[in-house]
Nanobody, 124 residues
Framework: QVQLGESGGGLVQAGGSLRLSCATS????????GAWFRQAPGKEREFVAA????????DYADSVKGRFAISRDSSKNIVFLQMNSLKPEDTALYYC?????????????????WGQGTQVTVSS
């Protein structure tokens, strides 16, 4: 069983930065694709970024490309999301997820394991 826990959310002004962390427990971490999703009030959960099991491949939503960076430290079982140049429209509950898959997928139903979420609020 894999358990995930997010941290690093908070309140930041537009243009600022935050770094989210997703701590993982469980034996299968290094074989899992790691991803971040977000959900704003009244909206569906949307894909933000993902990283392959090896860390060699990444994928980003167009809305965050060039501003966000996903990485992983397999020795510590952590997946990070560095968020720069934050905008008010980035405000959401951010979830980390992991799934066993051949290649990175953007659909939430491809991920078997989810954290509880961490709130990110960007003020204008």
């Amino acid at each position: 069983q894999v358990q995930l826990g997010e941290s690093g959310g908070g309140l930041v002004q537009a243009g600022g930065s935050l770094r989210l962390s997703c701590a993982t427990s469980g034996r299968t971490f290094r074989w899992n694709v790691g991803a971040w999703f977000r959900q704003a009030p009244g909206k569906e959960r949307e894909f933000v970024a993902a990283i392959s099991a090896s860390g060699s491949s990444t994928d980003y939503a167009d809305s965050v490309k060039g501003r966000f960076a996903i990485s992983r430290d397999s020795s510590k079982n952590i997946v990070f999301l560095q968020m720069n140049s934050l905008k008010p429209e980035d405000t959401a509950l951010y979830y980390c997820a992991q799934g066993v898959m051949i290649s990175i997928q953007r659909a939430p139903n491809q991920y078997q394991y989810w954290g509880q979420g961490t709130q990110v609020t960007v003020s204008s």
